[in-house]
């Protein structure tokens, strides 16, 4: 049932910094230079996402784990309402580089946890996750140690096909050896043309004949594995993303490029746009639902009071 007082979009993107350590060159984030949100108005952003009665936030960026404000924000957002109902689902994409005593903080807190690998093959996934040498290996660590240690968090793992890697990307489920840490779903992402990827647009894009071989190669490896599989491609971006900024800024995706509607607190404080109507409530729905299923399950470890 809609919440009668719901002035925003039922899924949210919150992307409070820009800054990363690592250069994909692929990268849709806001650019790294932005000057990060105050912990102050993160929480004030929460708190109106909560307010809103928002269904899901994934925090991405920008790197979120760098931010030194993201596990209270997490609890914050993410907490129980008072009358027991669950708080947003709360999704956080990350490279994977944070120190692993760093993501146990921050996994109970979480429905979700979205890792990047690009390729089977090292060398290819090192030319696009530029910065970190071991990047392929911590995320297979991670993944590892999340599986074996909050069972009730799914795990997303998100490919960008581009020319870069269109050799390795379909084999990129070999390098989990063990089945019990293969992810819940694994999502194939044609390139986007903003920011960075629109920089780059002409050395990585494939055709789209080419993206959709390569995503037929990946579906094929994802059924050997027992895997679900999801696709994004820019034809169907618009109107479904509702993006928060490191500036305060409410952006969308229209006619396939990012547009900045106004800053997040006035729109929101007078009324003065619907930010519910900017996006189409079905394709903002089911991009998260069908990547971010609900579970039978417990919600996680630490919202149940239940340790694994
Ligand atoms: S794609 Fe992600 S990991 Fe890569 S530079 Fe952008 S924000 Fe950082």
């Known amino acids: 049932m809609t919440h009668p007082r719901r002035l ?27 000057p ?33 404000y993201l596990v209270r924000l997490a609890a914050a957002l993410g907490a129980p309402y008072e009358s027991g109902a669950p708080g947003p689902r709360l999704v956080l994409s990350t490279n994977g580089l944070a120190p692993v005593a760093r993501m146990h903080q921050i996994v109970p807190h979480l429905d979700w946890l979205a890792l990047p690998l690009e390729s089977a093959d090292a060398d290819e996934n090192a030319t696009l996750r530029i910065g970190h040498p071991r990047q392929q290996q911590r995320v297979l660590e991670l993944l590892k ?17 581009t020319r870069q890697n269109v050799k390795g990307a379909h084999r990129v489920l070999e ?10 779903t694994w999502k194939i992402y044609e390139m986007s043309p903003t920011n960075y990827g629109a920089d780059n647009r002409e050395a990585l894009a494939l055709t789209t004949e080419e993206f959709e071989e390569a995503v037929e190669r990946c579906g094929k490896a994802a059924v050997d594995r027992g895997v679900e599989i999801c696709v994004y491609r820019n034809s ?34 007078t009324g003065a746009l619907s930010l519910r109507d900017a996006v189409a409530h079905e394709g903002n729905q089911h991009n998260f639902t069908s990547t971010y299923p609900t579970w039978p399950r417990t919600r996680s470890p630490f919202a149940a009071g239940e340790v694994l």
Do not use: W
């Open 8 to 34: 925003l979009p039922d899924y949210v993107d919150f992307r409070p910094l820009g800054r990363c350590n690592l250069a994909c060159p692929f990268c849709y984030g806001p650019r790294h230079d932005m």
């Open 36 to 68: 990060t949100m105050s912990e102050d108005d993160a929480l004030r952003v929460a708190e109106i996402l909560r307010a809103e009665r928002v269904k899901g936030v994934v925090f991405s960026g920008g790197e979120p784990t760098l931010l030194p």
């Open 145 to 161: 140690e999340v599986r074996r240690t909050y069972r009730a968090v799914g795990i997303k793992l998100g490919t960008v096909l």
């Open 175 to 184: 390098l989990i050896q063990d089945d019990s840490s293969l992810p819940d």
């Open 236 to 269: 169907t971006r618009s109107g479904k993303y509702f993006f928060v900024d490191p500036d305060g800024s409410a952006v969308i995706i229209e006619d396939g490029q990012e547009r900045r509607l106004g800053n997040f607190f006035e729109l929101h404080s």
